[in-house]
């Protein structure tokens, strides 16, 4: 049975795309800030064989360290840091958010998917895929119409940061940045293009498509490459 672990599989895009490989028959390791009542944990009881909860608040670097020790027996074909937060005011400019707001996005979305990725890239095989859920947003050559600058920035920082990991590391096994699209979830609004249910098995194929690909690509729902 393969095995992916998930950070952050409670909700939205992470919880659509653990139901999905549990479906492929893959055996799910996920993450969850509670320890009873989440979506995660409904799959759980359905799928208890295919299904493993681990309690991780991503922000707690002793939490991230605790989980490598837990599972440092284990051994993972993906590894998915999937972690993501907005500004409470989303158009608010960078002149307009205070400090502590532009901390709370930055490490959620920048900060602690790296040091996640830092900690618990060794539970990955070697042929295996390391991969950080970003966004489209996060491109500043396909940034034409401006907005939501805190969240384009906080992103544009993964996106770096990833880049610099995959040159420390040579880029010897596939590394991948999703731009998952515009997906109804909590953060997208129920405005959003995409249903989850539409998204999960393309993420999936993108997850898969990775396999004997060695190096760092930043790549969209089809598999089309996203200009940095």
């Known amino acids: 049975m393969q095995r992916i672990l998930i ?52 922000n707690m670097p002793e939490q991230i360290s605790a989980l490598h020790d837990r599972l440092r027996d284990r051994r993972f074909d993906i590894l998915l840091v999937n972690a993501g937060t907005s500004n409470a005011n989303q158009s608010e400019t960078i002149a307009e958010t ?10 959620t979305n920048a900060l602690s998917p790296m040091q996640a990725v830092e900690a618990l890239a060794e539970l990955v095989t070697p042929e295996g895929t390391i991969s950080v859920m970003s966004s489209g947003q996060g491109s500043i050559t396909e940034n034409t119409r401006g907005g939501r600058e805190v969240y384009r920035g906080s992103k544009a920082a993964l996106n770096q940061y990833m880049r610099c990991y995959a040159i420390r590391t040579r880029g010897a096994r596939p590394m991948l940045l999703i731009a998952p699209g515009w997906i109804q979830t909590e953060l997208g609004g129920a405005e959003a293009r995409y249903t989850l249910a539409e998204s999960a098995p393309k993420l999936v194929d993108l997850l898969l498509a990775q396999k004997g690909r060695p190096g760092l690509r930043f790549e969209d729902r089809d598999g089309r490459a996203v200009a940095w």
């Not at 707001?101 to 930055?106: I, L, N």
């Open 7 to 58: 950070i952050g599989a409670t909700r939205g895009i992470g919880n659509a795309l653990a139901q999905e490989f549990v479906t492929r028959g893959w055996h799910v390791t996920g993450t969850a800030r509670k320890q009873a009542g989440t979506p995660l944990h409904a799959i759980q009881d359905e799928h208890p064989a295919a299904v493993d909860i681990v309690q991780v608040d991503i």
């Open 98 to 107: 205070t400090a502590e707001e532009f901390s709370r996005v930055m490490v």
